[in-house]
């Protein structure tokens, strides 16, 4: 029935032929062909699609863009009627010249029924609205109705729709079907069979689309229930992305579950920094605290899904060891500073570094524009740059084998060395020949890539600026407090070269400031170049600076990003 | 005088009849097979030529067979359905999965002669082009499957599957698989999908339709067991011979398994549309009438899912008169012609063909709670109104029957009954589970009023 589907953009189609169609009297005209949403293969457009192109929200729980079709739930019946046609093939007209309408004496499910030429869908007729309400009395009686507990409430389709199509009092006068609560079934995912539709999202989900057949229904009727494979814990990479599938409370997520409501979240455009996908996801905040990512679609990325690896990588921007304060050290003893006090001192310090005698190591998890100021201040000083490549194993689907998020970005601003990493022995052979007398290093401990601490000690001035304390921050001279990528605005550049914008969800911690914000500070004293204020600005700048993204202005990247040459 | 004409059972019950090949082949077996496979050519009109196959199906189409399944589709159109252009393998799929409570034709067929089913399923399957057929049998027949190997063995053996049959270059191989005892497995998409060794949920339909991406996507054929050894007679006696059998739309023979509170239950194959409801129960040569100082109460007459006819119901028909013009004509529903559209134009269907009789020592709750509770278990529960409703029904009904009702239980149940058939459902089954609720309910509501309202007038009373 399906395929495991690589998650690729899909190739522009050819154009097809369109067709138009009547939703609720409304005129619609739309191709006839689709690409399927896990194959990519052209399939007939559905009413359910043609709905959506003129915005008409057709109720749905198992229906999916994004999965294989089930046409279980039935929430999305609708009524129809194709044009009448003679003993001629030729549709019979009214009086008035009109295409006589058949109407279906049967409902249609409007995820899986095609369109054809003609066709008039009523979306909202009174025995459609009677359809659903029954179809949402059905859900409704077995479910435990237990929302004040449940984390899904605030963006449950069954809260949703039950204002938009239920009854105000139930008349189920029978006993609840009972079925397993808690069942633990994964390391990362706990199920509640009781608040369960059986929509079958995850499993097509998990089937379909990772390719791990790990979960299924077992019992009959109103008895079914979803389960794994017995002794065998439902774990796979992708598994997280039940719990977003899941229209009710039924799969929650171990890490999220019971900690907020989440109407109280906050919700901002952010990209996953874990790997070099760029996953585009929402950022769920309160009060500064981050709760959780939560996948956004992005068709040239990452579709509607992030792997689980990516989604739970976030505890580090809450760590309580978090640099929070600028640092500055004279001889063994480091004093705690500000940034009035201690940006002067290090402008002072850099202006005197003689060209030549700089190194400039900026993590490929920096944003582009600080990359690209970092890549400014090394041209000053004619500085030895690189970036540190950071790999591990891939996966078939999201995961890729480069963790960096912004490899790319460290490539086109020119900090990164070809090959990336390539430099960082120069720059330890020039530190222990004495050459090389001043290290400025963004987001890397180098004592763990080569540069180790005896190397460190014999420089005059060290720069560290990082998010946590490490054996370099140790070492450092000036230790400047950065910001978490869900504290700051910025891009990063993905492994194909898809350049993306992330936006700030919550403010830094302590005195930690955006990057940016200080290396514009110290740009113009070190280097007599003044950058532009905005980040907008600063964007639009370094993208005319750069080949690569001549043309990409920071408005055009809206949402979801444009892609570049690599 | 109504009797009963035994046209695929002809030999079942003969005495000495065995269900080994020997006893088939002495009793005239596998020659309309081998009839079939000398079919020349035939020229047309127009130049071109009719293959030996096509004229089957024509043959089929023309005889106005219709499928014993329950739908009662024409099996000839339902073969012109099939995908003979998609480059795939055509599979072919007997339904033996006889599950309908108050069915137990097809369990004769397969017991006492197997061959039959098999030379009817490699007729269908030389007319369709197929090569690779399946008989998929409910697993409680056990010994049904059993039977039905040894006589595919022994075809095999004979040559009458295989390679080469008989030497005229058509290939065939059957396989029989057993289900594992689920009534879904009859519907003929979630067969497929058992089949297939998965679930058996049926198939939205579309895109799913079987003559076009059934087992394995490929075009397939599901067809009933009788329906499959109707076809050989088709080819035996030719079209119009065979439409002469039964009634117009009407044709062929049925084997009517009865069943409930009658002095002869048991299976009798009549003519479609030749003997009527009234002489099914009553005709000492069929049910020989209810037991003695009983009233009839009520019939089921298509299996346990059509809809119930009351007795003294009384419906009107359309039928043709001497003269070919329709004259409507009011009939009691016991006079009704047991065929296909005489129960469809009452309301309800002769389904699989099983009748079951109650009389008036049936408690009807208990009864429909009874059967509720069949298709609350047997609900595959894909879908939300047939899974939710079916058990809900099965549940409100447990409770009237077990002295809890209350006296708006009967508005209560058609509520929930009103809610899943219709096309809201995947398959058939939401039909099939609130249809006898709908019709019960409905037709015998002051009972079911009356024991609600006196369960709370005793719950009132404080006894319990």
């Known amino acids: ?566 | 005088m109504p009797q009963e004409y035994r046209q695929i059972l002809k030999y079942a019950d003969a005495p000495g009849y065995t269900p080994d090949v020997e006893c088939y082949l002495r009793h005239g077996g596998y020659q309309i097979l081998k009839k079939t496979l000398e079919i020349e050519p035939k020229a047309l009109p127009d130049g071109k030529s009719m293959s030996p196959a096509e004229q089957v199906r024509d043959q089929v189409k023309l005889s106005g067979l219709r499928g014993r399944g329950g739908a009662g589709f024409s099996c000839g159109l339902k073969w012109s359905f099939v995908d003979r252009r998609s480059g795939k393998p055509i599979y072919l799929i007997c339904n033996a999965d006889e599950s309908e409570p108050g069915t137990f034709k097809d369990k004769q067929i397969i017991h006492k002669d197997p061959h039959q089913l098999v030379e009817g399923m490699i007729i269908s399957c030389f007319a369709n082009d197929v090569h690779l057929a399946y008989i998929y049998i409910r697993g409680e027949f056990a010994e049904g499957a059993r039977i039905l190997n040894r006589a595919l063995q022994e075809a095999r053996e004979k040559n009458f599957l295989g390679k080469n049959i008989l030497g005229k270059g058509y290939d065939l191989e059957i396989h029989v698989h057993r289900g594992a005892g689920a009534y879904i497995c009859g519907e003929e998409t979630g067969l497929i999908e058992s089949l297939e060794g998965k679930r058996a949920y049926p198939r939205i339909k579309p895109p799913y339709f079987p003559a076009v991406l059934g087992l394995y996507m490929c075009p397939t054929i599901v067809n009933n067991v009788e329906t499959l050894c109707a076809v050989k007679h088709v080819v035996d006696l030719g079209p119009s011979e065979y439409a002469k059998i039964g009634t117009p739309n009407n044709t062929g023979t049925r084997i009517v398994s009865l069943s409930g509170l009658v002095k002869r239950p048991g299976y009798y194959e009549v003519e479609v549309g030749k003997v009527t409801i009234r002489e099914l129960i009553y005709d000492p040569i069929f049910g020989g009438g209810l037991r003695d100082g009983r009233q009839l109460k009520a019939v089921i007459p298509g299996g346990s899912s059509s809809k119930i006819l009351k007795a003294g119901e009384r419906f009107k028909l359309k039928r043709k008169g001497p003269d070919g013009k329709d004259v409507e004509q009011e009939l009691d529903m016991l006079d009704l012609p047991y065929d296909f559209d005489s129960l469809i134009a009452a309301g309800s269907m002769s389904g699989s063909g099983a009748i079951i009789v109650l009389d008036d020592s049936t408690d009807i709750v208990a009864a429909l709670s009874n059967l509720s509770e069949f298709y609350a278990h047997e609900s595959c529960g894909q879908c939300t109104p047939c899974r939710e409703g079916s058990l809900w029904m099965s549940k409100a009904l447990h409770r009237m029957a077990n002295g809890q009702g209350r006296k708006g239980d009967a508005d209560y149940l058609l509520k929930i009954a009103d809610n899943i058939p219709g096309g809201r459902t995947v398959c058939a089954f939401g039909e099939a589970c609130s249809w006898p609720v709908q019709s019960c309910v409905t037709k015998f509501k002051d009972e079911f009023v009356a024991r609600g309202t006196q369960d709370e007038e005793r719950r009132a009373a404080g006894s319990k």
């Open chain 1, 1 to 566: 029935m399906s395929t495991n589907a690589k998650i690729e953009t899909p190739p522009t189609p050819a154009p097809v032929e369109k067709i138009k169609v009547k939703v609720d009297g409304r005129e619609v005209e739309v191709p006839k062909t689709m690409p399927d949403g896990v194959t990519g293969k052209p399939v007939p457009t559905t009413m359910i699609q043609a709905c959506h192109a003129i915005k008409v929200e057709v109720p749905h729980y198992c229906y999916h863009p994004r999965l294989p079709v089930a046409g279980n739930c039935r929430m999305c019946l609708v009524e129809f009627g194709t044009p009448a046609m003679g003993p001629d093939r030729k549709p019979i007209l009214n009086p008035d010249g009109t295409a006589k309408i058949l109407k279906s004496p049967r409902p249609a499910i409007a995820c899986a029924t095609p369109i054809s030429p003609g066709m008039e869908i009523y979306t909202n007729t009174p025995n459609v609205r009677f359809m659903r309400e029954g179809i949402l009395e059905f859900l409704l009686i077995n479910h435990p109705l237990d929302c004040p507990i449940c984390d899904q409430a605030g963006e449950c389709k069954l809260q949703e729709y039950s204002v938009d199509h239920g009854q105000t009092s139930s008349r189920f006068a029978e006993i609840k079907v009972h079925k397993p609560k808690r069942v633990d079934l994964g390391p990362r995912i706990i199920l509640d069979d009781e608040r369960c539709i059986l929509c079958t999202r995850c499993i097509r989900f998990t089937r379909d689309v990772v390719g791990d057949d790990a979960l299924g229904i077992v019992n009959r009727g109103s008895y079914n229930t979803i389960t794994a494979y017995p002794g065998k814990p439902f774990d796979n990479n992708y598994s997280l992305n039940t719990v977003d599938l899941c229209p009710v409370g039924a799969l929650t997520s171990k890490d999220f579950r019971f900690q907020m409501r989440v109407w109280f979240l906050k919700e901002t455009k952010s990209l996953c920094t874990s790997c070099g996908t760029g996953c585009n996801v929402v950022v769920g905040s309160r009060e500064d605290r981050m709760f959780r990512y939560k996948p956004r679609e992005n068709d040239s990325v990452n579709a509607t899904w992030m792997c689980d690896h990516g989604r739970l990588n976030y505890r580090w921007i809450h760590n309580p060891e978090r640099l929070v304060q600028v640092t500055v050290r004279n001889g063994a003893a480091a004093t705690v500073s500000d940034w009035k006090s201690a940006m002067p001192q290090l402008a002072a310090r850099l202006k005197s570094a003689a060209p030549g005698t700089v190194a400039v190591i900026g993590s490929a998890r920096q944003t582009t524009e600080e990359l690209f100021l970092l890549a400014k201040l090394a041209r000053h000083f004619q500085a030895v740059t690189d970036s540190v490549p950071r790999t591990g194993p891939a996966d078939h689907l999201l995961l890729n084998a480069d963790r960096n998020p912004n490899s790319t970005g460290a490539v086109f601003t020119g900090l990164a060395a070809t090959p990336m990493g390539s430099n960082l022995g120069k720059i330890a052979e020039g530190i222990r020949s004495g050459r090389i007398k001043t290290l400025i290093v963004f987001g890397e401990d180098v004592t763990r890539h080569g540069i180790g601490a005896d190397l460190l000690a014999r420089l005059d001035l060290l720069v560290a600026s990082d998010i946590l304390p490490n054996a370099t921050t140790k070492l450092a001279h000036f230790v400047l407090p950065g910001c978490a990528h869900v504290e700051k605005r910025g891009t990063f550049v993905n492994v194909k070269g898809h350049v993306q914008k992330f936006m700030k969800a919550i403010e830094p911690k302590g005195d930690a400031r955006a990057e940016v914000e200080f290396l514009k500070e110290l740009l113009p004293t070190v280097t007599g170049w003044t950058a532009p204020r905005s980040l907008e600005g600063l964007f639009n700048q370094m993208a005319g600076e750069i080949p690569a993204l001549q043309g990409v202005t920071w408005a055009a990247l809206g949402d979801t990003g444009v892609r570049v040459q690599i």
